[in-house]
């Protein structure tokens, strides 16, 4: 009896171990040894089990989730961490606290509708704590209500070097490319996406009240339901004291039957942007369409630039929508601008906002109070900031005096603007003669000399010095040249000028 009672106790741990053994495709779900999740059968055993939603994970492969392939679910939640309950606007379900690592690996084919349901993502809720990082969406396709994005619904944990390629609908809105809610931090994520809803949506982040660094997103971000507001080619809304920083947004921003609010970077900013840009073309059908932003509202913005073209009703500016309550440094605008009132090469209105060594060039088209640089000011405070009278079509501006009028060629002569007290040694720099002051944190590396843009003209001043191995700090890197400072100039430094072939013309 007691050999049958051992025997048992063998076996049970046998079998244990065995069970423990089949878990994932091995690890123990430490730092130290994550949990191998190396197919669709892994991510499957993984979203089923809450209890290891606090433990470490890393891919090993690209998984395909596309529902006609064999054994692949059909999702109408998100695929991890969904809400239990979907149709109230709470998450109930058991946010993931762990740490997902795909590795460099890809997720494609996430597959998720349900138009009622809400945290809709590959994870639907990632809590403070978490960390999703290295990982690739491809082809997801995400239907919901509210609260939708590529990674996580919500996100209030840490997402890093994450990118989607993605198709959102949400039928009302917080939707963005890589999380519908960011109240954690975004980093170094990118997002070539097609998002549309209502209210709040962004290439990255629907709603964000937490941190975005190092983020860029593409694509097409589009209201496509009568009465939306808040659509931003990078985030719908940034809330007041979140910060946006060093990130771009090259998606076209539209809006379609009535709404507001539109902006190339961010739909409607209270908090803070810096070192920013965004190129798409930007289209409010009612008020607040800015070629950066929409509606600047107690947020300040520094250091950054809109290119793309804007086409609104009212407040439609270069840059901003309408500035209200705000500092506004060193930012500029170069797209052409259409409006019918209040509309401005920079902003449509300034009001109680402060504007400071700001330019516009852009041709600024409309009906009343329209200018150069703002179409409406009141109790505002301008400082050294210009349009060019010659390209954007406007003799006068509102805010004038302070706001000044330049010829193009003023405005391409450094004294124009150093007179008026700007810092052309670390803020600005400018090819005098053939453009515009530029951002000095947005000249491509390579970009050696004169006139803007990586061209023959900077392999001509790398060339001469090929294979010179006297590069050190003490001269600058042979001036530069050797752009990855190893000490000599040579193929790999030429890579990188190629690598910037062109960029910044
Ligand atoms: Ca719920
Ligand atoms: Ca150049
Ligand atoms: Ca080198």
Redesign the pocket.
């Known amino acids: 009896m007691r050999n049958v009672v051992f025997g048992i106790a063998i076996f049970s741990v046998l079998l244990a171990l065995r069970t423990a053994q089949a878990k994932y495709s091995g690890g123990a779900g430490t730092p130290e040894a994550p949990y191998r999740i190396a197919d669709h059968n892994d991510l499957y055993a993984l979203a089923d089990d809450t209890n290891d939603y606090n433990k470490c994970f890393v891919m090993t492969a690209d998984i395909d989730l596309d529902p006609c392939l064999p054994g692949r679910r059909s999702l109408t939640t998100a695929l991890i961490a969904p809400d239990h309950y979907p149709f109230d606007y709470v998450y109930d379900g058991n946010g993931f606290l762990g740490t997902f690592d795909g590795q460099g690996h890809t997720v494609s084919n996430l597959i998720c509708d349900d138009n009622d349901a809400h945290y809709i993502g590959l994870f639907g809720y990632t809590a403070t704590g978490s960390e999703i990082r290295n990982l690739n969406l491809a082809n997801a396709q995400l239907e919901g209500y509210m609260y939708v994005g590529a990674v996580a619904g919500e996100n209030a944990g840490s997402i890093a070097n994450c990118h989607s390629e993605v198709y959102v609908q949400s039928y009302y809105g917080y939707a963005g490319g890589i999380a519908g809610e960011n109240d954690g931090s975004i980093l170094l994520s990118s997002s070539s996406s097609t998002v549309n809803g209502c209210v709040d949506l962004g290439g990255i982040v629907g709603w964000n009240y937490g941190i975005i660094e190092k983020c860029n997103s593409e694509g097409l971000v589009r209201i496509n339901i009568a009465n939306g507001s808040a659509i931003g080619g990078l985030v719908g809304i940034n809330d007041n004291q979140c910060v946006i920083s060093d990130s771009f947004s090259t998606s076209t921003v539209q809006g379609s039957n009535v709404n507001d609010s539109a902006g190339g970077l961010v739909g409607i900013n209270e908090g803070v942007i810096e070192r920013c840009y965004a190129s798409g073309d930007v289209s409010a059908t009612w008020r607040l369409a800015g070629g950066l932003i929409g509606l600047n509202n107690y947020g300040d913005v520094s250091r950054s630039y809109a290119t793309g073209n804007v086409h609104g009703e009212e407040e439609v500016g270069g840059l901003v929508g309408s500035i209200n309550n705000c500092v506004l440094t060193d930012c500029y605008s170069t797209g052409d601008v259409n409006g019918i009132i209040y509309v401005g090469g920079l902003s449509g209105t300034l009001y109680r906002g402060e504007v400071n060594n700001s330019y516009a060039i852009g041709n600024v088209i409309g009906v009343e109070d329209t200018g150069g640089l703002f179409g409406a000011n009141n109790r505002e405070v301008i400082v050294a900031s210009f349009w060019d009278v010659n390209t954007s079509g406007q003799a006068t501006s509102a805010g004038e005096p302070n706001a000044v009028g330049l010829t193009t060629s003023e405005m391409q002569m450094e004294n124009s603007f150093t007179d008026a007290g700007w810092d052309f040694n670390d803020v600005w720099a400018i090819c005098e003669g053939t453009n515009y002051p530029k951002l000095l944190w947005s000249i491509p590396a390579a ?9 023959f ?2 392999y001509s001043y790398l060339a001469p010095q090929w294979l010179a191995s006297d590069c050190n700090e003490a001269n600058g890197y042979c001036s530069g040249r050797d752009l990855d400072e190893s000490g000599i100039i040579d193929e790999e430094d030429l890579k990188i000028l190629y690598g910037h072939w062109l960029d910044g013309i």
């Open positions: 970009d050696f000399v004169c006139p803007d843009g990586v061209n003209v900077d």
